[in-house]
Nanobody
Framework: QVQLVESGGGLVQAGGSLSLSCAAS????????TGWFRQAPGKEREFVAC????????DYADSVKGRFTISRDNAKNAMYLQMNSLKPEDTAVYYC?????????????????WGQGTQVTVSS
């Protein structure tokens, strides 16, 4: 069992940066692939980025590639999302999630554990 808590959301102007954190509890965090998803009002939840259990492999949605960086620190049971060059279309609630897989996972249905979400708002 893994419990996840996001932090770091807020309001930022377009072109600015934010860093999200995801704190995990439970002894098995390091064996899970973890990821970030987001959901804007009136839209479905969408994949943002994921990282393998060791942190050696990552992947990103095309919409954020080159602007966002996912990372993790298994010693601290934590995952991060550095978001640069933010755009108004990045506005959403951002969720961290954990999947019991050793490969990169893009489908939200394959993630078993979810945080409560943190709001990111980018003003134009």
């Amino acid at each position: 069992q893994v419990q996840l808590v996001e932090s770091g959301g807020g309001l930022v102007q377009a072109g600015g940066s934010l860093s999200l954190s995801c704190a995990a509890s439970g002894p098995t965090f390091s064996i899970y692939t973890t990821g970030w998803f987001r959901q804007a009002p009136g839209k479905e939840r969408e994949f943002v980025a994921c990282i393998s259990p060791s942190g050696g492999d990552t992947d990103y949605a095309d919409s954020v590639k080159g602007r966002f960086t996912i990372s993790r620190d298994n010693a601290k049971n934590a995952m991060y999302l550095q978001m640069n060059s933010l755009k108004p279309e990045d506005t959403a609630v951002y969720y961290c999630a954990a999947a019991p897989h050793t490969i990169l996972v893009f489908l939200s249905s394959l993630y078993d554990f979810w945080g409560q979400g943190t709001q990111v708002t980018v003003s134009s």
